[in-house]
T-cell receptor, first 112, second 114 residues
Framework: QKEVEQDPGPLSVPEGAIVSLNCTYS??????FMWYRQYSRKGPELLMY????GNKEDGRFTAQVDKSSKYISLFIRDSQPSDSATYLC????????????FGSGTQLTVLP | NAGVTQTPKFRILKIGQSMTLQCTQD?????MYWYRQDPGMGLKLIYY???????DKGEVPNGYNVSRSTTEDFPLRLELAAPSQTSVYFC?????????????FGPGTRLLVL
């Protein structure tokens, strides 16, 4: 079993749709949760950062963490063609080296 | 700030050749990382460094070596290239504080080993 499982997609939605991206994990030591966005042939860039359980909202993006279920989600409201990218969840237990464990990524296409 | 820069952008190697992937950051980050990304497999940590002169292995270190003589530079060395090392390589860096999990990535180096 992988430490982090992510729905691989690909996911294709019409412009304006609400998108839900999800990851599950098995390591209960994870306490920092991130979503990275990666455009084609580019490096990942941080989109959302949350610590422990709860919700965090930033514009059209909402990140949710449920540590009891070991489940995290990213919601995108009013999706735009510019949101078309691969979304990677990442997690860390902290520690001195701050190593991240990544999901395999979900490829999203928003159709105009 | 240029952030994290990587060279070259693309390289073709023959089996058994060696090369060094360059990574430089200008954000004065203590922590630096090397990842490889294979299609549909996410990012795998190869090596990391918590400061100049300190390096350690990640999840997939075999076939690679690193050094960290300065805060800014973290080169990745491939010895005796093999087809299994065909991948996209990303360098990243982060602060060594409470937001250390926020890693900043370079644009990547695409490597093809034939």
């Amino acid at each position: 079993q992988k430490e982090v499982e992510q729905d691989p997609g690909p996911l294709s939605v019409p412009e304006g749709a609400i998108v839900s991206l999800n990851c599950t994990y098995s390591n209960s030591a994870f306490q920092y949760f991130m979503w990275y966005r990666q455009y084609s042939r580019k490096g990942p860039e941080l989109l959302m950062y949350t610590y422990s359980s709860g919700n965090k909202e930033d514009g059209r993006f909402t990140a949710q963490v449920d540590k009891s279920s070991k489940y995290i989600s990213l919601f995108i409201r009013d999706s735009q063609p510019s949101d078309s990218a691969t979304y990677l969840c990442a997690m860390s237990a902290g520690g001195s080296a701050r190593q991240l464990t990544f999901g395999s990524g979900t490829q999203l296409t928003v159709l105009p | 700030n240029a952030g994290v820069t990587q060279t070259p952008k693309f390289r073709i190697l023959k089996i058994g050749q060696s090369m060094t992937l360059q990574c430089t950051q200008d954000m004065n980050h203590n922590y630096m990382y090397w990842y490889r990304q294979d299609p549909g497999m996410g990012l795998k940590l190869i090596y990391y460094s918590v400061g100049a002169g300190i390096t350690d292995k990640g999840e997939v270190p075999n076939g690679y070596n690193v050094s960290r003589s300065t805060t800014e530079d973290f080169p990745l060395r491939l010895e005796l290239a093999a087809p299994s090392q065909t991948s996209v390589y990303f360098c990243a860096s982060s602060y060594s504080n409470s937001r250390g999990e926020t890693q900043y990535f370079g644009p990547g180096t695409r490597l093809l080993v034939l």
